[in-house]
């Protein structure tokens, strides 16, 4: 269900004449799952360009020797790995693709995003926010734990591998997808986030930042954004303004109980899919929705720190 509403959000947004490929790398759906997805992303599709759908099954049995769990990554299973088998997925004349996870939605132009990226670096990505460094501390943990190992210099910012612009010319001719496999296998429970620390292990040095309003992760708090690794005009911009709304970590707007702001954005396309009735909205979406996201975000931040005053 949160695929359909990716896809849903991107094709709603889409304005390229250029011809749409979406490539689904899963390990388990059904005929007539992927037959409501494509139904509810083609019923929202505007304009006259080419889409096709492309569906590639995904093994994780042969990646059992990686990890999965544990403290920082909890929600997080051997169906993360199936970006590093992006390049698999994909004939050899494709030199460029945009990875998206399923826990987010589109809310821009995704041609834009494809245009961001530039020939020089072998990913495009945004920065990470609560984790800026490689040397960001998770707990007594570095964000890259090994990062002095490797040599790479404490400054070096970090990035989330929820979106990624890929150039894969570079990707397969450096074996990255088997470098990472080699580090998760070397290093296992101490790589924090799994795929995303073996990433940011390897490709360090090879990454163009963007604009933080392609992936806003939904840190919401204003101390989480310092200086030097961000401005306040970073913060104010991409706050009320986010072209990929990704809701990171084990907390999804479709759970009940989810009273975070921008939960909005998701049921906003759920609405619009053969999925609609499956899920019911939480008192604050509901809310959110009447009242509109910056209303309801002022309103949220008010209540977290009366809660805090209050000592509750």
């Known amino acids: 269900?949160?695929?359909?509403?990716?896809?849903?959000?991107?094709?709603?947004?889409?304005?390229?004449?250029?011809?749409?490929?979406?490539?689904?790398?899963?390990?388990?759906?059904?005929?007539?799952?992927?037959?409501?997805?494509?139904?509810?992303?083609?019923?929202?599709?505007?304009?006259?360009?080419?889409?096709?759908?492309?569906?590639?099954?995904?093994?994780?049995?042969?990646?059992?020797?990686?990890?999965?769990?544990g403290e920082a990554n909890q929600h997080i299973t051997s169906e993360a790995y199936s970006r590093l088998l992006v390049a698999d997925a994909l004939p050899p004349s494709c030199e460029r693709v945009i990875y998206l996870d399923c826990d987010l939605v589109v809310l821009k132009d995704i041609a834009l995003l494809y245009d961001a990226a530039d020939n020089e670096h072998t990913i495009a990505v945004v920065a990470g926010v609560t984790l800026s460094y490689?040397?960001?501390?998770?707990?007594a943990t570095p964000a890259v734990f090994n990062y002095a190992e490797l040599g790479i210099p404490a400054t070096n910012r970090y990035f989330n591998s929820?979106?990624?612009?890929?150039?894969?010319?570079?990707?397969?001719?450096?074996?990255?997808?088997?470098?990472?496999?080699?580090?998760?296998?070397?290093?296992?429970?101490?790589?924090?986030?799994?795929?995303?620390?073996?990433?940011?292990?390897?490709?360090?040095?090879?990454?163009?930042?963007?604009?933080q309003r392609w992936n806003h992760t939904g840190c919401l708090n204003p101390a989480s954004w310092k200086e030097p690794a961000f401005t306040r005009e970073e913060y104010l911009k991409v706050r009320f303004d986010p072209y990929i709304a990704h809701y990171l970590g084990g907390d999804k707007?479709?759970?009940?109980?989810?009273?975070?702001?921008?939960?909005?954005?998701?049921?906003?396309?759920?609405?619009?899919?053969?999925?609609?009735?499956?899920?019911?909205?939480?008192?604050?979406?509901?809310?959110?929705?009447?009242?509109?996201?910056k209303n309801y975000f002022f309103l949220w931040t008010f209540i977290r720190w009366l809660r805090a005053r209050l000592g509750r």
């Open 253 to 293: 707007p479709w759970m009940p109980g989810f009273n975070r702001p921008r939960a909005a954005f998701f049921f906003r396309y759920l609405r619009k899919t053969l999925f609609k009735d499956e899920v019911k909205m939480s008192c604050g979406a509901n809310l959110e929705f009447m009242i509109g996201y």
């Open 1 to 69: 269900m949160p695929l359909a509403v990716m896809l849903t959000s991107l094709v709603c947004h889409y304005q390229s004449s250029r011809s749409l490929h979406l490539h689904i790398v899963a390990s388990d759906i059904s005929d007539s799952l992927r037959q409501k997805i494509e139904a509810s992303v083609l019923n929202n599709k505007k304009g006259a360009y080419h889409l096709e759908f492309h569906w590639t099954s995904f093994d994780p049995s042969h990646l059992k020797n990686l990890p999965v769990g």
């Open 134 to 139: 490689v040397s960001s501390l998770f707990g």
């Open 162 to 211: 929820g979106v990624m612009v890929i150039n894969l010319k570079p990707w397969r001719e450096q074996n990255i997808a088997a470098r990472v496999i080699d580090y998760l296998e070397r290093y296992h429970d101490k790589v924090l986030y799994h795929d995303q620390g073996g990433l940011n292990a390897i490709l360090y040095d090879q990454w163009l930042r963007l604009d």
